[in-house]
């Protein structure tokens, strides 16, 4: 597929992709910046396609000519492919597909604990670190998060909603299937062996010989919190006796 839509330049679609910053945008989000910064290019790319939009009646338009564009460059590894979210009233469909700027693309990282040089580094500091190829494949990862979502499945969090536009598409893929048990010509399920999960819980997951389930990380999540909630109220009784 070529990069460019009629009269839509590389240079162009990065500016606006810039604007966005680290934001989590939509494929509507970037028709209407486009739009916004270059309104002849939009105008000749919707005389060429249609607009589209709900009641539009065909299966190209501006829109969909957008989105693919939008998905070369997420397998051209420029832009991360989030997941499905519910669509804005007047789009042609129910959910529309959400993206972000790679964060890789910009010097950043999913598994901070990997070198990206270990050489530059001195050997007292050097960790191995092991990262299963299954949890950094970007097709499998980007499959497991439409599925999923990008809320942990073990303990809820999802990090646009804690940290904002910083935290949009950011979580860590855990691949389900021990490596010991998987063989030579295993090919991986992105729904059924994937699961999306936060760092902590992913490194707790890990903490054991045998990689913890879901549903035992989430056996332990619970009992903790029942074990705070105990002590602060046991906490409060005490200060209330003091009185």
């Given at each position: 597929?070529?990069?460019?839509?009629?009269?839509?330049?590389?240079?162009?679609?990065?500016?606006?992709?810039?604007?966005?910053?680290?934001?989590?945008?939509?494929?509507?989000?970037?028709?209407?910046?486009?739009?916004?910064?270059?309104?002849?290019?939009?105008?000749?790319?919707?005389?060429?396609?249609?607009?589209?939009?709900?009641?539009?009646?065909?299966?190209?338009?501006?829109?969909?000519?957008?989105?693919?564009?939008?998905?070369?460059?997420?397998?051209?590894?420029?832009?991360?492919?989030?997941?499905?979210?519910?669509?804005?009233?007047?789009?042609?469909?129910?959910?529309?597909?959400?993206?972000?700027?790679?964060?890789?693309?910009?010097?950043?990282?999913?598994?901070?604990?990997?070198?990206?040089?270990?050489?530059?580094?001195?050997?007292?500091?050097?960790?191995?670190?092991?990262?299963?190829?299954?949890?950094?494949?970007?097709?499998?990862?980007?499959?497991?998060?439409?599925?999923?979502?990008?809320?942990?499945?073990?303990?809820?969090?999802?990090?646009?909603?804690?940290?904002?536009?910083?935290?949009?598409?950011?979580?860590?893929?855990?691949?389900?299937?021990?490596?010991?048990?998987?063989?030579?010509?295993?090919?991986?399920?992105?729904?059924?062996?994937?699961?999306?999960?936060?760092?902590n819980c992913h490194a707790m997951i890990h903490r054991s010989a045998e990689p913890l389930s879901i549903a035992k990380l989430q056996e332990i999540l619970k009992s903790a919190a029942r074990a705070r909630e105990f002590a602060s109220t046991l906490a409060d009784e005490v200060q209330e006796n003091?009185?």
């Amino acid at each position: 597929m070529p990069t460019e839509s009629p009269n839509l330049t590389a240079s162009q679609f990065l500016d606006v992709l810039g604007s966005f910053d680290l934001m989590a945008f939509s494929t509507l989000d970037y028709c209407r910046r486009l739009e916004e910064r270059y309104p002849a290019v939009w105008a000749t790319i919707v005389a060429h396609y249609g607009e589209g939009g709900a009641g539009a009646g065909r299966h190209y338009t501006a829109y969909s000519r957008v989105s693919h564009i939008l998905d070369y460059k997420f397998r051209q590894k420029e832009i991360d492919k989030l997941n499905y979210r519910p669509a804005p009233i007047g789009w042609g469909s129910s959910v529309i597909r959400y993206w972000t700027l790679d964060r890789e693309r910009v010097g950043g990282t999913y598994y901070p604990d990997e070198l990206v040089d270990p050489d530059s580094f001195p050997e007292g500091a050097k960790q191995t670190v092991t990262v299963n190829r299954y949890e950094r494949n970007r097709d499998a990862r980007a499959a497991c998060i439409e599925y999923h979502g990008l809320r942990c499945k073990a303990c809820d969090i999802d990090f646009e909603e804690r940290y904002g536009p910083h935290g949009a598409g950011f979580i860590h893929v855990h691949h389900l299937k021990p490596l010991s048990k998987v063989a030579l010509e295993y090919e991986v399920n992105a729904i059924t062996d994937l699961v999306p999960v936060c760092p902590n819980c992913h490194a707790m997951i890990h903490r054991s010989a045998e990689p913890l389930s879901i549903a035992k990380l989430q056996e332990i999540l619970k009992s903790a919190a029942r074990a705070r909630e105990f002590a602060s109220t046991l906490a409060d009784e005490v200060q209330e006796n003091a009185i």
